[in-house]
Nanobody
Framework: QVQLEESGGGLVQAGGSLRLSCATS????????MGWFRQPLGKEREFVAYIRGGDSATWYADFAEGRFTISRDNAKNTVYLQMNRLMPEDTAIYYC???????????WGQGTQVTVSS
């Protein structure tokens, strides 16, 4: 059984940083796409970033480019999202996901709340 568990969310002031973690079991993350999504309250879920299995190529949404960094530790089977220069509009529940291709995310974590105060 594949399980993804996010951690690292919390309350931070604007301009601050957080690092989210996604510990994965039941699947070797280096063989899959691993992604981060977020869902602000009352809004639709949106894509943040992904890292590709194998060559670790990454992709970021425009709002994340230059501020967020996705990475993975294969030994720990964990994916990270380093978020810097956070803004109040980054407030959302952040979800980790895994999938065989970038257009199909078949396993999700339960989410972790990130709140950025102004």
């Amino acid at each position: 059984q594949v399980q993804l568990e996010e951690s690292g969310g919390g309350l931070v002031q604007a301009g601050g940083s957080l690092r989210l973690s996604c510990a994965t079991s039941g699947r070797t993350i280096s063989n899959y796409f691993m992604g981060w999504f977020r869902q602000p309250l009352g809004k639709e879920r949106e894509f943040v970033a992904y890292i590709r299995g194998g060559d670790s190529a990454t992709w970021y949404a425009d709002f994340a480019e230059g501020r967020f960094t996705i990475s993975r530790d294969n030994a720990k089977n964990t994916v990270y999202l380093q978020m810097n220069r956070l803004m109040p509009e980054d407030t959302a529940i952040y979800y980790c996901a895994s999938g065989p291709i970038v257009s199909r995310w078949d396993y999700w974590g339960q989410g972790t709340q990130v709140t950025v105060s102004s």
